[in-house]
Each structure stands twice: as structure tokens, then as C-alpha cells.
């Protein structure tokens, strides 16, 4: 029984930043057709900018911090929201500069460059946080503290709620704005159809920045959120953004809401295999992958079964 | 045939000037002039291919004009984005309806009034005299628009174009794909926004349903005008008998 409420607890964390990272391929895909293959290292790019601010404050208030290894009062009070914020604000910044650099040269035409000068630019990203901040891995203090509370004997840390909650609650939140508010419905206009959406005098171009710049911050709050649990490492992004990734395909790409349950779904599948037996975990994760693939190509709630409807 | 922009006549609405349309290599529409006189009902009619949609196309901006000028009240719109120019009064219904699938029949229309940034109540004023004209959507209004019959789809598009307030209203083939008595009531309702005092520029290649509608008609070969009249003319025109009109109408 505790170690199930283990298991389903580190699976809805670990699920809760697949399905933000999920959420985010969804984003760009749905409204210009292109992906962003720089998106891991976007991840590692908010691990990092965070653990930055968080140093930064650390020393601001007066004690002399280890960039590597943080007190836990560096993360506590304000500290860690203020990071999440500037992350948010600086990767807001990268999606512009991505798409405007990597997506916008292409757009329109045939052919996968997109494919490479994302790849590209995403290299240029990790290259340029080995220079500024080396490969060594950096632990990251959780806001909540990083002391194991025990539930129904389960040993559970508080970062991992902290995760699912707030991945959770900024699902919610963006679903609720792309169905309800104007913003939302003339983005869905774009992805729907851009040439019929621009006809309604909705700026498509900008539509698309907003796209990959909402995208790129839910990627870098993602790689803040988990770093806690993980540790910061520049080669951090790559993983977790093949495994939204699957659990983007696995969901439907082209569906948010099934992107959102790819992403847990993988995350709990991950963290079950891996009682059982970690050795196994990428075989059976991808051998499932494969499957569901083989059986629904489109994944369980892609274009497909939604044209039945 | 006479020119319909008689010398008496005040600037036309719209007034496509030498136009030339091209896809890469392809020239599509080549040296195409049309003037749509405010408050009248102009038709381009012609066989399918022969360019009607893509000169639609170029007027909304969604298409870069390879040669000739586009003006708007007499301003060059030429050159102006296609987001900008619904602003500056032209609001299409596309072929084939494309209705945004998975957005309501409500927020379709919404949609439309999108340029023009209206509080919730005005949006739903507007809204409301959509349904007042296609009374058909209004018992939809809160399904998807993919699950719409054809019919409501295109009252859908043209509701959607008229939200946006135009002075120009394009119409790219309302009847394709219809039942006939589907395609009787979109031309019943065509009628009634002419009467309004709309002007309309409809795109057809049921050439005797637009012909009798329009005031001034125009017949599109192959990228070229090659005749012009009033509506009433080009409909006992031999030529344009046998070519659109065919046996059976
Ligand atoms: N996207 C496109 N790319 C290349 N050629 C096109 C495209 N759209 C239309 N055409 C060509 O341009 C010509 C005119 O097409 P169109 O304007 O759709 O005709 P109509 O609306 O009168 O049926 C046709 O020969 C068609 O094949
Ligand atoms: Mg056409």
C-alpha cells in the first residue's frame, strides 16, 4: 500500500512535467505545424536560469552560497516563485528568438529545415550553458524543503506535490483560456486553418511568437519544477523531453488534452516499471510506445478518433 | 457588351486593375480588371479552374499580386496584410465553407467580429443578427460547428463574414455542394442582403442562380475576363448559354 502511494505520487510528479513538456510540443504543433527539437535543452535552459536567480538572491541576502550545492534557504519565501517568474520571462524571450531564427525562415515552405535549425539552435543553447555554467550536475533546494513527509508510510517529498500541482494547475489554467477566452478561440482559429483565421484580422505571425514563446516557457518552468527532484544538469532536457515527447505522440499531438494524459501516463508507467524492475523500464515504456503506435497511429486521442465524431 | 463603370458613375468600391495571379510558375489569372460599384451585386462566373478563387484570394490579401493594383474606396490596398484588410472592410466566405471545425456555431461568429474588438453585449447583439437572418444556426449556436449540416455551414461562413461589419462582402461558391433547396434559401438570403444595400462580389459556377442576382456579371476563362454585361444580359447571351448555362436550366 505505501510503497503504491509512492509509486503514484513520484509517477503524478514526474507525469506532471511530461505533461507540461507534452503540452508544449502540442502548442507549437497545433498552431504552425513545426516542432521544437531544441525543447530539452530549453528544459535544462530554465533548470539552470533558475538555480541562477536562486545563487543570485542567495548572495543578495547576504550569505555566501555554493553555486553547486544550495542552502535550502535559497529556494525558500519568494525566492522560488521569483525564479520561476524570470525563467517564464527569459524563455518567453528564447521561443521568440527560435521562431523568429529557426521556425520563421522556413515557414511555408516544404521540407524539414525546421527540423535542423531547431536541433541547431537548441546545441547552440547547451553549448553556451557549458560556457557559462559547466557540465557538473547542481542540487536544487526545494521551496518546501527537501524533508521526506511521511504518509500512510510512504515516504514522500514535498517537491513532488509542489510539481503535480503546479503542472496541474497551469494545464488547467491554459486549457480554460484557449476554450473560453478570445485569445484562445483565435489561437485555435490558427491552428485550425491560418489563411481563414487571418480573414477574421487575427494577426497570424504574432499568433505563431505567442505559440512558441508560451511553449518555451512551459518547457523551462518544467525543467525548474523537476531539477529539485533530478538535480540541474544541462544533459537533463534531453530525457525528459523524448519522454513528453512519446507521451505527446502517445496522447494524440495534435490534442491537447490527450498530450496532458500522455504525459502522466508515461510518468506513472515509468515509476511502476521502475519498482518492478529499473533495468526494464525503457524497454517496457517504449516497447508500449511502439504498440499503442502500431495500434492507433494517431495515439489514443489524435485526429482520428476525433473525426469520427 | 458595355463597360459597367459608365462615365457618369461615382469611383466603384473595389476596383481590380490589370490584376495577375501566379502559384510559382503557374499563372493563374492574368491581367484581370473588375470594378464593384457600392451597394451593387457583381458575379464572376466560370468554369471550375479558371480562377474565380484565386482572384478572391488576392482581394483578401491571402495571395501577393504579381502584377496590377487593388484599390479600396480608391486606396491602394495592394500590398496591406490580409489581417489588416477585413479592418478596412472586406470580409470573405471562403470556399467550401471552412468553418473553424471544432469552435461553436457561436464562437464562429464571434470569430468573425474579431478585428473589431466588441464588448461581450455588442458581440452578442451582432450575433443575434446573424440569427435573425439564418435562424437555422441559432437552435445550433452551442454545437461544434463540424457537426453541422453543409447547408448550415455556408449560413455559418456568411454569418461569419457579416460580423465583421463589411462594406465588401465576398462570396466564394455559397451554392457548392448543396441540395437545391438548400442553395434556394442561401440565394433567398443573398437576395435580402442585396436589398439591404450590401455590396457583394459572388463567385459561382452555377452561372444562371448568379446571373440573375447580379447586377453586373463577368465571365472568367482561364485566368481571363472574357466577357463583361449585366446580369440579365450574360444570361441570354448564345455563348454564355452553352457554355454555363447548359442543357437543363
Ligand atoms: N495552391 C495552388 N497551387 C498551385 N496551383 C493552384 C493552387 N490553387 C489553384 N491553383 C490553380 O490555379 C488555377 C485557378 O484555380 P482556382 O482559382 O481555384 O479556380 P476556380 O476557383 O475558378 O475553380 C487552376 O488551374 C488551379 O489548378
Ligand atoms: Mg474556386
Known amino acids: 500500500m505505501s510503497t503504491l502511494l509512492q509509486l503514484v505520487v513520484s509517477g503524478l510528479a514526474v507525469g506532471g512535467v511530461y505533461a507540461l513538456i507534452a503540452l508544449s510540443f502540442s502548442i507549437t504543433f497545433t498552431t504552425t505545424k513545426t516542432l521544437n527539437f531544441a525543447q530539452g535543452e530549453f528544459v535544462a535552459a530554465g533548470a539552470f536560469l533558475g538555480v541562477t536567480v536562486l545563487y543570485l538572491l542567495a548572495k543578495m541576502s547576504g550569505i555566501a552560497p555554493n553555486f553547486a550545492s544550495l542552502p535550502v534557504s535559497a529556494s525558500a519565501g519568494v525566492n522560488y516563485p521569483i525564479a520561476v517568474l524570470a525563467v517564464g520571462v527569459v524563455l518567453g524571450v528564447l521561443g521568440l528568438l527560435i521562431f523568429l531564427a529557426a521556425i520563421r525562415p522556413f515557414a511555408g515552405q516544404s521540407g524539414m529545415n525546421w527540423v535542423m535549425s531547431t536541433i541547431g539552435f537548441g546545441i547552440i543553447v547547451q553549448s553556451l550553458g ?27 517529498r514535498p517537491q513532488e506535490i509542489l510539481v503535480f500541482v503546479v503542472a496541474l494547475v497551469l494545464m488547467i489554467g491554459l486549457d480554460q483560456v484557449m476554450r473560453r477566452s478570445r485569445i484562445g478561440k ?47 544538469s544541462l544533459f537533463l532536457g534531453m530525457g525528459i523531453a523524448l519522454k513528453a515527447f512519446s ?48 495500434i492507433r497511429p494517431n495515439g489514443l486521442f489524435g485526429a482520428r478518433s476525433l473525426d469520427k465524431v | 457588351m458595355t463597360s459597367p463603370s459608365a462615365s457618369s458613375a461615382p469611383a466603384p468600391l473595389l476596383e481590380v486593375q490589370g490584376v495577375s495571379l501566379a502559384y510559382g510558375p503557374i499563372v493563374a489569372v492574368r491581367d484581370v480588371s473588375i470594378a464593384v460599384p457600392a451597394g451593387s451585386v457583381v458575379a464572376i462566373v466560370g468554369a471550375n479552374g479558371a480562377g474565380k478563387t484565386t482572384l478572391l ?32 472592410g472586406i470580409a470573405l466566405s471562403p470556399e467550401g465553407r471552412q468553418v473553424f471545425p471544432d469552435q461553436t456555431v457561436a464562437d464562429n461568429l464571434e470569430l468573425g467580429a474579431y478585428w473589431r474588438n466588441l464588448s461581450q453585449k455588442d458581440l452578442d447583439a451582432a450575433v443575434e443578427e446573424q440569427f435573425a437572418i439564418f435562424p437555422r444556426l441559432k437552435e ?22 457579416l460580423m465583421a461589419a463589411p ?16 442553395i434556394k434559401d442561401i440565394f433567398k438570403a ?42 440579365q444580359e450574360l444570361l441570354r447571351d448564345p455563348k454564355v448559354r452553352a457554355a454555363y448555362l447548359g442543357a437543363g436550366h
Open chain 1, 130 to 156: 557549458l560556457a557559462i555554467w559547466g557540465p557538473a550536475p547542481v542540487n536544487v533546494p526545494s521551496p518546501l524543503g527537501d524533508d521526506v513527509i511521511r504518509i500512510m508510510g510512504a515516504g514522500i
Open chain 1, 186 to 232: 483565435a489561437m485555435r482559429a490558427v491552428a485550425a486553418n491560418p489563411q481563414v483565421a487571418a480573414l477574421m484580422g487575427i494577426n497570424v505571425t504574432a499568433m505563431m511568437i505567442g505559440a512558441y514563446a508560451l511553449s518555451s516557457v512551459l518547457a523551462g518552468i518544467g525543467g525548474l519544477l523537476i531539477a529539485p527532484i533530478t538535480s540541474a
Open chain 1, 247 to 294: 507521451g505527446a505522440i502517445v496522447g494524440g499531438l495534435d490534442n491537447p488534452r490527450g498530450c496532458i494524459f500522455g504525459g502522466f501516463l508515461l510518468g506513472l508507467l515509468e515509476s511502476g516499471v521502475a519498482l518492478w524492475n529499473a533495468q526494464w523500464r525503457e524497454i517496457v515504456i517504449f516497447g508500449l510506445i511502439i504498440a499503442v503506435l502500431a
Open chain 2, 57 to 88: 484570394k488576392a482581394i483578401c490579401g491571402l495571395l501577393p499580386l504579381s502584377g496590377g493594383s487593388i484599390r479600396l474606396d480608391g486606396a491602394d490596398i495592394s500590398t496591406l496584410a490580409a489581417h489588416k484588410r477585413v479592418g478596412c
Open chain 2, 140 to 161: 445550433r449556436r452551442n454545437q461544434p460547428s463540424v457537426t453541422l449540416s453543409g447547408g448550415e455551414q455556408q449560413m455559418l461562413a456568411i454569418g461569419r463574414a
Open chain 2, 167 to 182: 462594406r465588401l462582402l465576398l462570396l466564394d461558391e455559397p451554392s457548392l455542394g448543396l441540395a437545391p433547396l438548400i
Open chain 2, 190 to 231: 443573398i437576395v435580402r442582403l442585396r436589398d439591404s444595400g450590401m455590396t457583394i462580389l459572388l463567385v459561382e459556377q452555377m452561372a444562371n442562380l448568379a446571373l440573375a442576382v447580379a447586377d453586373t456579371a463577368y465571365v472568367l476563362e482561364n485566368g481571363r475576363v472574357t466577357m463583361t454585361g449585366t446580369g
